[in-house]
């Protein structure tokens, strides 16, 4: 095992990927093709969201702010992972990577508290309908948004500042493409069992009852679609909520993935390998799987593009 010196970290070794050579263009191409896919995508989400009357309500304003949230951590990863692809393994100074940390901890705490708002956003419209209106009016729905964000920010500070407290002497060696909180974490020579006990209480309360409220909702939107007599009725209504569900289901699925599988050995390159699919593939499946499910996205880039078509040049 090598030694952890006395000298202060500075630099961190970020080994990134073990690819062959003989592919590293091709996945270098690959990331790129997906990044400007992620950004795309949901900004084509937010601009017509923005834009187009018939979107403007409160299912889509959340939308809006998922697509917000994906921009962010993909635009916090993945430029980043394309210099780790090329270069094979890279030097980053330390503060650049509790930098990167603190903003991937944001996107992914927003993440989880906006795809909560908006179960509750399809449980309102299902279970309560004709509450719907007066219960998520606009001024409630600033509220919500604006408290997701705060206190992914204020999370994420907390995370962000405890890691910082500890004294980092190396080895500087992190076995990873980004840095996340359990590689940072190996390179401390402090006691770490006070910042794993913060980051356990502040996941449970703003991760783990999140999911619980999303399973507690769709129990109950469940229930409210199977009393429902006509079987078009069912189908018409589950898909409203069909693309939220197939959203949060692969979202927390790669979550769990992570962090329920140990992370010795070889377990390493299974992490980093399901770690890309919820901090590049997930921001640009979100906008994809919304766009293809539904009607009312399709229409208004119809009606955009119709509208230019028009224009005289």
Known sequence: MEEKNLTTLTMIHLLGFNTPHGITFFILFIFFVVYCLTICGNLLIITLVSYSKSLHSPMYFFLSQLSVSDILLSTDILPNTLHVVLMKEIMMSFSDCITQYYFFAISETSECLLLTVMCYDRYVAICKPLHYTLAMNFQFCCILIITCWVSSVLIALIHTLTISQLHFCGPNTMDHFFCDLDPILKLSCSDTSIVQLE???????????????????????????????????????????????????????????????????????????????????????????????????????????????????
């Open 199 to 313: 980051v356990t209480l502040l996941s449970f309360l703003f991760v783990v009852i999140p999911f619980f409220v999303i399973i507690v909702s769709y129990v109950c939107i469940m229930i409210t679609i199977f009393k429902i007599p006509s079987m078009k009725s069912r189908k018409k209504v589950f898909s409203t909520c069909s693309s939220h569900l197939t959203v949060v289901c692969i979202y927390y699925g790669t979550l769990v993935g992570v962090y329920l599988i140990p992370h010795g050995g070889q377990s390493w390159n299974i992490m980093k390998s399901l770690s890309l699919l919820y901090t590049v593939a997930t921001p640009l499946l979100n906008p994809i799987i919304y766009s293809l499910r539904n009607r009312d996205l399709k229409k208004a880039v119809d009606d955009i593009i119709d509208r230019y078509l028009s224009l005289p040049f």
